[in-house]
């Protein structure tokens, strides 16, 4: 089936360093990119996302690349922080038909202090 | 702000049960998803509905029902639960039904099944 893959699963960074997370899609149309943040023990919100006439979207020390040649697009956390620990999902829009978002199998980023 | 509000919290059944999860917004969002959660799978939708009693079949209907009794709620039954099965089921609401710039999905807290 179609997917959104998303790399690394398992992700572990010491504090203050940069973590970046990668994902790919199948659907040349879709228009919308957006991260999803988990923190242990609570539901998924929308952090940052990026729409397909962009190339770069900047918020509060997280960066969003968009290379729509490629069909990849990447989450890039500066200077992280304990709080920045959490599973991130990545989403793009599905290419059948229903115009619904399909997720990345997640990335469980740890920052260690 | 509103909020989505998942019944129950954790869910324990036998193998073969029918078991049903409901969720509750408050946000006046005219679609309603469900999604399933499992380690290194990411989220993935089972149902959602765009308008009271409207059902749409996501990529992991098989094997659930769903019912969409009025604005405000939605409910997700497992037709016949299999041993061993554990998994997060998330619902989620949103303004619109696609899934567009602008179109965020809220969360619930979700529902831990484990089925024995």
């Known amino acids: 089936g179609e997917q959104v893959e998303q790399l690394p699963s398992i992700l572990r960074v010491q504090e203050g360093s940069s973590a970046s997370i990668n994902c790919t899609y199948e659907?040349?149309?879709?228009?919308?990119f957006p991260w999803y943040k988990q923190e242990p023990g609570e539901n998924p919100k929308l952090i940052i996302d990026i729409r397909s006439n962009m190339e770069r979207k900047q918020t509060q020390g997280l960066i969003v690349l968009l290379d729509k040649k490629a069909k990849r697009f990447s989450l890039h956390i500066t200077d992280t922080q304990p709080g920045d620990s959490a599973m991130y999902f990545c989403a793009a829009i599905a290419s059948s038909g229903s115009w619904q978002l399909i997720f990345g199998s997640g990335t469980q980023l740890t920052v260690m202090p | 702000g509103g909020i989505i509000t998942q019944t129950p919290k954790f869910l324990i059944g036998q193998e073969g049960q029918k078991l049903t999860l409901k969720c509750q917004q408050n946000f006046n969002h005219d679609t309603m998803y469900w999604y399933r959660q499992d380690s290194g799978k990411g989220l993935r939708l089972i149902y959602y509905s765009i308008t009271e009693n409207d059902l749409q079949k996501g990529d992991l209907s098989e094997g659930y029902d769903a019912s969409r009794e009025k604005k405000s709620s939605f409910s997700l039954t497992v037709t016949s639960a299999q041993k061993n099965e554990m998994a997060v089921f998330l619902c989620?609401?949103?303004?619109?039904?696609?899934?567009?710039?602008?179109?965020?999905?809220?969360f619930g807290a979700g529902t831990r099944l484990s089925v024995l």
């Open positions: 989620a609401s949103s303004i619109r039904s696609w899934g567009g710039a602008g179109n965020t999905l809220y």
């Open positions: 659907n040349s149309a879709s228009n919308y």
